[in-house]
Every structure is written in structure tokens, then in C-alpha cells.
């Protein structure tokens, strides 16, 4: 028999690097969620993204039973990271702060493929160049595709 759905949260976690402390520990709690139990097992799955942030999606039952699936990196830290960069631009219309290659945004797209809402790799693809954009990144033109 299923056990009864009490709720989802959804946090976003350095990879092993989850304690107790706020957020989580406020979060969890409010929930009626072991939070040692949950630190534990999501610094035991993450170790190899140690430090990266991570998206997580908690889900708890009746029985303050609870299951977690962690997600890649949010595109924009990805973008950050290819581009080597701090943040993005306060002005991407006007001042560009970076330029990173079509080949580096398809890999984006590709990694980033089962956590978006698009079924081709060439829409993930322009979904990533729209984060891109609005971060005052540009993309480099391929220029072996003329």
C-alpha cells in the first residue's frame, strides 16, 4: 500500500554540505522531518557535487516518512561557472559580462535536458541561451558552421 502524501519543499543545497542550521534545519522541522536523517543521506548522495548548489525535492508523508531527489544545478549557476564568472550583469542589455561558446551551451542543455520542460536537445538548447541573455552573457557564433 502507497504511503499518504503530506506535502512536497523543494530547498536548494550546496552539495555535501547540508546541516542543520537555517534553512534546512527551520524547514525541515516546521515539517516534522528528521533532520540529522535528512543532512546525512544528502551529504552521503552529493558527495561528488561537494560544493555546487543543488536544487532538492523533499518529499514527505503522513508518517513524517521522507524521499528527496536532487537535481542538477540551476543553468544559471552552470552559465556562471563556464563563463567564469561571479554574477550576472545588473544591466544585460547594455553591459555584457562574458562570452561562453555554442559547444558550452549545448553541454548545458544536455546535462540540464530531464529537469527542463522541453523535449529536444535544439529547445533546451535555446532555453539556456535565453538565461544566457538575461545574464548579459553572449554566445559565441560557431563559426565551423558556415
Not at 525541515?28 to 552521503?44: D, H, P, R, T, V
Not at 559547444?103 to 544566457?132: H, P, Y
Amino acid at each position: 500500500m502507497a504511503k499518504e502524501i503530506a506535502g512536497q519543499l523543494k530547498l536548494q543545497i550546496k552539495g555535501g554540505a547540508a546541516n542543520p542550521s537555517p534553512p534546512i534545519g527551520p524547514a525541515l522541522g516546521s515539517k516534522g522531518i528528521n533532520i540529522m536523517e535528512f543532512c546525512k543521506q544528502f551529504n552521503a548522495r552529493t558527495q561528488e557535487k561537494a560544493g555546487k548548489i543543488l536544487p532538492v525535492v523533499i518529499t514527505y508523508y503522513a508518517d513524517k516518512s521522507f524521499d528527496f531527489v536532487v537535481k542538477n544545478p540551476p543553468v544559471a549557476v552552470q552559465l556562471l561557472e563556464a563563463s567564469k564568472q561571479k554574477n550576472g550583469s545588473a544591466e544585460p542589455n547594455r553591459r555584457k559580462i562574458a562570452e561562453i561558446t555554442e559547444e558550452q551551451v549545448k553541454a548545458i542543455a544536455e546535462d540540464k535536458m530531464n529537469d527542463l520542460n522541453c523535449f529536444t536537445v535544439d529547445s533546451a538548447t535555446r532555453m539556456v541561451a535565453g538565461t544566457a541573455r538575461s545574464m548579459g552573457i553572449t554566445i559565441k557564433e560557431n563559426s565551423l558552421a558556415n
